[in-house]
């Protein structure tokens, strides 16, 4: 049984009841699985109104009961990671296994939180007068809203509501319509685990819409961003107009750098499997692949044989290693970065093509020697498509890298202490990973630089973007 999908305001779960709604499709089979209401403007005031007269209480709740009820939300996570995996499988497409994972993943993010969350301190500035005290208290930013993308429904969410919830915010929250199971799911468990009406909200409906009202509400601190670029400037620039605080993750077009003293078939393995997770539809998927000349030929040939072994399938089959693309229009966005550097003289390796007529496949793909302006160089494909090109010495190599206006994730592998130093020094990234590939830990900090965004999603970075810094100072 998929999700019952619906509205959740002021602690109440409201279904369609003759509102505008959305079709929810399964990407690898194209079938009609559900419908998503979308909010009215009356449903939006009304989720306005509740964050607003909760947050007055909510923000003076003990840090005890606050960690009690992320705790309780990630108990309920793991309890329920098969069933709500399986309903990500059926509207995102990533295997089962995936699904799971990072549903899994998940509870570790509410687990962290209430722990953190009850060491948000304020701190004792030495006075240059002895009756005088100075005190910094950090306070929460009051009303938040966010909206949250499709390629990681539940991690993406859970990140931004542990971290209001946890600070002393209330939250408004859009999810991605494309694929509302999971954040329906989260809704239910912090509804069973005691969060007070009104704390966190979930609302559905034409994102451009939902985002504008929302942040232009005076009622409205504070406003969290997942997803493009192009969206997040728009959105910061909103907030920007009234002055509202922001945290943008964006897009990135992660660089890889493969040293020729690298462990190559190492480097070739980890990046294959990294690569085509989620289809590619990740914003730290390795997208550009810079390999020196010396050891080009070794890692291809190695790239290209794990590559080749990828089971493309429906998730919910077992031994599907990549699903479909999460939605039809992803398809022609993947054919225009082939056939551009087709056109401009890459060579297809691997792929290139949609898989079958039914579903959204589309084969894992690899493309040697695109020109540095190709479309696929210089755009991020959020899909599961490899460019590599050659390069000579490191240094060539991390400018090149850095040529983009992004900065959100890079990659590189050497086992030289010295190229390490110097890939870590010179690469323009909010994170750079030195021969292997973890992150996103609740407990490590996660965001971009340059036009990659503002802000932390992870570590106790995260909560800086949901708090304010209040000055006391006190004669006598
Ligand atoms: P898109 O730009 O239309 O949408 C991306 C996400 O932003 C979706 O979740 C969408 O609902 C939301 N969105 C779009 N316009 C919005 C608005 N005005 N207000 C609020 N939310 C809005 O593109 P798409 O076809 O859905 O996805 C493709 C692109 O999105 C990719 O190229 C990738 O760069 C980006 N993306 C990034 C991430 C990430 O984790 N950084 C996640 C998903 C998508």
């Not at 409201?14 to 509102?19: D, E, P, Q």
């Not at 607003?52 to 309890?79: H, M, N, Y």
């Not at 479309?375 to 490899?386: D, L, Q, R, S, Y």
Request: proline letters at 6%; glycine letters at 10%; aromatic letters at 8%.
């Amino acid at each position: 049984m998929y999700e019952e999908l619906c509205l959740y305001i002021d602690g109440e779960f409201i279904k369609g009841g003759g509102r505008r709604e959305q079709d929810v499709m399964n990407p690898a089979t194209g079938d009609f699985i559900g419908k998503v209401p979308h909010a009215t403007t009356a449903d939006l005031d009304r989720a306005l109104a509740a964050a607003q007269r909760a947050f007055d209480a909510w923000k003076t709740v003990s840090p005890l009961e606050k960690s009690r009820v992320l705790r309780k939300v990630g108990e309920l996570t793991r309890e329920r990671a098969s069933a709500i995996g399986r309903n990500i499988t059926l509207d995102q497409g990533k295997p089962l296994a995936e699904a799971i994972g990072e549903v899994t993943r998940c509870a570790d993010h509410c687990d962290w939180h209430a722990e953190e969350c009850r060491r948000i301190y304020g701190r004792v500035i030495p006075p240059r007068q002895a009756n005088v005290r100075q005190f910094v208290l950090r306070e929460p930013v009051g009303v938040c809203a966010a909206f949250t993308p499709w390629n990681f429904p539940y991690n993406q969410a859970i990140r931004k509501i542990a971290a209001a919830i946890g600070a002393g915010c209330t939250i408004i929250i859009k999810g991605p319509e494309d694929t509302p199971s999971a954040v329906v799911a989260i809704a239910r468990m912090f509804h069973e685990a005691g969060l007070p009406p009104g704390v966190l909200n979930v609302v559905w409906g034409v994102p451009s819409e939902v985002s504008e009202y929302l942040i232009r509400s005076p009622i409205v601190r504070k406003v969290s961003f997942t997803g493009s670029v192009a969206v997040g400037k728009q959105l910061a620039a909103l907030a920007g107009a009234h002055m509202k605080r922001v945290t943008m993750e964006l897009g990135g077009h992660s660089p890889v750098i493969v040293c020729a003293d690298a462990d190559v078939e190492r480097a070739a393995d980890l990046l294959s499997a990294l690569k085509y997770s989620n289809a590619g539809q990740v914003c730290v998927s390795p997208n550009r692949f810079y390999v020196n000349d010396k050891v080009y030929d070794t890692f291809m040939a190695r790239f290209i044989d794990r590559t080749k072994a990828i089971k493309v399938g429906s998730g919910l089959e077992p031994d599907t290693k990549m699903g479909p693309l999460a939605h039809e229009r992803r398809l022609p966005a993947m054919a225009e970065f082939v056939a551009d550097a087709a056109a401009r003289g890459g060579r297809i390796e691997l792929g290139g093509n949609r898989i079958g007529e039914t579903g959204y496949f589309f084969a894992p793909t690899i493309i040697t020697n695109p020109p540095d302006d190709s479309k696929v160089m210089t755009n991020e494909p959020f899909g599961p498509i490899a460019p590599c090109v050659t390069f000579k010495d490191l240094e060539e190599a991390i400018r090149r890298a850095n040529s983009l206006p992004y900065g959100l994730s890079s990659y590189a592998f050497t086992t030289s202490t010295r190229n390490a130093l110097a890939i870590q020094n010179g690469l323009q990234a909010g994170m750079v990973h030195i021969n292997h590939a973890g992150g996103a830990l609740p407990e490590t900090p996660f965001g971009g630089i340059k036009d990659s965004g503002i802000g932390s999603e992870g570590g106790t970075e995260t909560f800086d973007g949901y708090l304010t810094t209040k000055f006391v100072t006190q004669l006598d």
